[in-house]
């Protein structure tokens, strides 16, 4: 997974007023905390950390480069939203080291034409991503499903995803990730059309 690079400031001042005036001046308040160190309230450029986020989501792997800081790398562990305009209310920053095993949400990118669907079915995806478990460098940025041999006969679990060695899906194996629906047949439509036939001449009896 890309490291990325975000430069913060200390915040000197806590509280519901001064997170308030600090998102007026467009300065997103956070706190970085965890691998055994007091935590830091810092201060974030809204318009760049918005971006970076959308640009490589909520869970990715940052270094923050705090003032009067040793450069120190993170994981989002949580970012609050405005519930109306979207806006980043708050966001944690979960200290890690490049040796040390973290549990993160990856994207699963499905690839192939599948048989199921070449044959009249539909995909419907029921996970659009895993919880993995690995050392911050061998997170991967995404990973790929092939469903090419997905068919209504059967269902892709948890289990059928290969990944790197040095990467463990950490979410139960049984779990549905993808299945292909049956289209209704045509005989079905045919059963429908003869039940509406069926209760149409029934009214037409009962007037009669």
Avoid at 53 to 75: D, Y
Avoid at 93 to 111: H, N
Avoid at 164 to 174: F, L, S, T
């Amino acid at each position: 997974m890309e490291i990325l690079t975000l430069k913060a400031q200390k915040r000197e001042q806590v509280g519901k007023g001064a997170s308030k005036n600090y998102r007026s001046e467009e300065l997103v308040p956070g706190v970085l905390y965890g691998a055994e160190r007091e935590a830091i309230h810092v201060l974030l450029p809204e318009r760049i950390l918005t971006n970076m986020l959308k640009t490589s989501g909520e869970h990715s792997l940052i270094q923050l480069e705090i003032e009067g800081e040793k450069p120190q790398l993170s994981v989002v562990a949580e970012v609050q939203h405005h519930p109306v305009n979207d806006r980043i209310l708050h966001i944690d920053f979960k200290a890690v080291k490049r040796g040390q095993l973290i549990e993160l949400p990856v994207p699963i990118e499905f690839v192939g034409e599948s048989k199921g669907v070449a044959e009249g079915g539909l995909f419907m995806a029921n996970v659009h991503q895993v919880n993995v478990r690995a050392t911050p460098m061998n997170i991967p940025t995404s990973i790929e499903v092939d469903i090419t041999d997905l068919t209504d006969e059967k269902a892709l679990h948890i289990r059928d995803i290969l990944v790197g060695e040095n990467v463990e899906i950490i979410d139960d194996p049984d779990m549905s990730v993808a299945v292909i629906l049956k289209p209704k047949t045509h005989v079905e439509g045919e059963e429908a059309g003869s039940a509406v036939e069926a209760s149409e001449k029934t009214e037409a009896q009962e007037e009669a």
